[in-house]
T-cell receptor, first 111, second 116 residues
Framework: KQEVTQIPAALSVPEGENLVLNCSFT??????LQWFRQDPGKGLTSLLL?????REQTSGRLNASLDKSSGRSTLYIAASQPGDSATYLC??????????FGKGTSLLVTP | DAGVIQSPRHEVTEMGQEVTLRCKPI?????LFWYRQTMMQGLELLVY????????DSGMPKDRFSAKMPNASFSTLKIQPSEPRDSAVYFC??????????????FGQGTRLTVV
């Protein structure tokens, strides 16, 4: 059974810092990995999708990397802003197409 | 497309009552997922469909939960009878498969269910 772990569970940084969120998974036979953002009381917003054949994806200030062999992904956020405060969730897809989620990292960016 | 649409957004019901949650996936998506989110367990997969057929419902308590997808644009998740431990946020999501790879999953805004 796929296990997805996100470290740290919570993170507080001052505005302007670059930061890295970590995701690890136990079964490396994945189809893809997706990073989501969830604001309090809201749904999940897709940030980046990395297919198993890819090493990284970039969108604006976000960069996600994937190392399948070691079962790891990182989400890099450059020049963090208070508006980046949210919970960030990592999800992996194995055969069957359903997403397996980690518990998330709660990020607070202080002005 | 308006995205994945769920209704109702909030539902408060008494223990023992029947509850029906509804979902309209993104047009053209052939995968539909129902997830439940709680503080303790995080996001758990309850059931998912591919082309309206149930692919995996192992996460769903089948004595009280049932899920249907009568057509490509509509799905329901029914709980009967409801219990306080069913209180959670229920999310519906959809995605599509192209050339053997599935694309991004998009989530609805969720239904917050409270069973008193």
């Amino acid at each position: 059974k796929q296990e997805v772990t996100q470290i740290p569970a919570a993170l507080s940084v001052p505005e302007g810092e670059n930061l890295v969120l970590n995701c690890s998974f136990t079964d490396s036979a994945i189809y893809n990995l997706q990073w989501f953002r969830q604001d309090p009381g809201k749904g999940l917003t897709s940030l980046l999708l990395i297919q198993s054949s890819q090493r990284e994806q970039t969108s604006g200030r976000l960069n996600a990397s994937l190392d399948k062999s070691s079962g790891r992904s990182t989400l890099y956020i450059a020049a963090s802003q208070p508006g980046d405060s949210a919970t960030y969730l990592c999800a992996v897809v194995n055969s069957g197409y359903a997403l397996n989620f980690g518990k998330g990292t709660s990020l607070l960016v202080t002005p | 497309d308006a995205g994945v649409i769920q209704s109702p957004r909030h539902e408060v019901t008494e223990m023992g009552q029947e509850v029906t949650l509804r979902c309209k996936p993104i047009s053209g998506h052939d995968y539909l997922f129902w997830y439940r989110q709680t503080m303790m367990q995080g996001l758990e997969l309850l059931v998912y469909f591919n082309n309206k057929a149930v692919m995996d419902d192992s996460g769903m308590p089948k004595d009280r939960f049932s899920a249907k997808m009568p057509n490509a644009s509509f799905s329901t998740l029914k709980i009967q009878p409801s219990e306080p431990r069913d209180s959670a946020v229920y999310f519906c999501a959809s995605s599509s498969s192209m050339a053997g790879m599935n694309t991004e999953a998009f989530f609805g805004q969720g239904t917050r269910l409270t069973v008193v």
